[in-house]
């Protein structure tokens, strides 16, 4: 059982999509555990992948809400494949999800952030804006697009108070590792067995996957004022895996 760490963050208001499960579940918690205010933004009431109506929604939403002082861009979809197994629809659907609204959703808070002077952005990659992975070329390029596009806003946003920082979190136990991990068993039973959980733990250091709420802890530190001259850093929480 992960411990109640108090963050400092009591009386902030936070966006954090993605918040109804796995690791967006879990920031949701600890961020409401510190006394955040937290919007989540998540299916079936929010769609982000629908990107021909999202800004106008978010603008709707921050002019109903107020500014924030922390959004985290948590919500994400995956899918397996070469780049000739993954058609551009596909390809098309995940930038949406992992990327495009991760970047509307940072043009729809940085207005009020900068008018306050202040702000904190943390963006959910993955290990795989660090490292390659099989079959995974869709979504490892969506992920090292979140974590360039944070080192970049981080050196744009500076001067007015605003930190952007991005976790990229290792193999995490949730719904969607477990569901990855027997998908590619189905899909590359010449690669992959029934057993990858066991082969994808002894892949990391530590030897085990992260607990949500270890991965939501991170994000919480970045969006406290413990990380106040910290901005612009990719923070692996990955058990030591991408220090192999």
Request: glycine share 12%; net charge negative.
């Amino acid at each position: 059982m992960m411990p109640n760490l108090n963050f400092g963050l009591s009386g902030r208001r936070a966006i954090v999509t993605g918040h109804r499960g796995g690791i967006g579940g879990a920031i949701a918690r600890v961020l409401t555990r510190d006394g955040v205010e937290v919007i989540g933004l998540d299916l079936p009431d929010f769609d982000l992948a629908d990107t021909a109506t999202l800004e106008a929604r978010l603008a709707a939403l921050i002019a109903e809400r107020g500014p924030v002082d922390i959004l985290v861009n948590n919500a994400g979809v995956t899918v397996l494949g070469t780049v000739l197994e993954t058609p551009l629809a596909e390809v098309e659907r995940v930038f949406q999800v992992n990327f495009l609204a991760a970047y509307a959703t940072m043009r729809a808070v940085l207005p009020g952030m900068v008018a306050q002077g202040k702000g904190a952005i943390v963006n959910i990659s993955s290990d795989q804006a660090l490292i390659g992975k099989q079959v995974s070329a869709a979504y490892g390029a969506s992920k090292g697009a979140i974590a360039q596009l944070s080192r970049s806003a981080a050196l744009d946003w500076a001067r007015h108070g605003i930190r952007v920082n991005c976790v990229a979190p290792g193999s995490t136990d949730t719904a969607m590792l477990a569901a990855v991990i027997g998908d590619l068993a189905a899909q590359y039973p010449d690669r992959f067995s029934a057993s990858s959980a066991d082969v994808y733990k002894a892949g990391v250091p530590l030897g085990r996957f992260a607990d949500p709420e270890e991965i939501a802890h991170a994000v919480a530190f970045l969006a406290s004022d413990a990380a106040s001259f910290i901005t612009g850093v990719i923070l692996p929480v990955d058990g030591g895996g991408t220090a192999q």
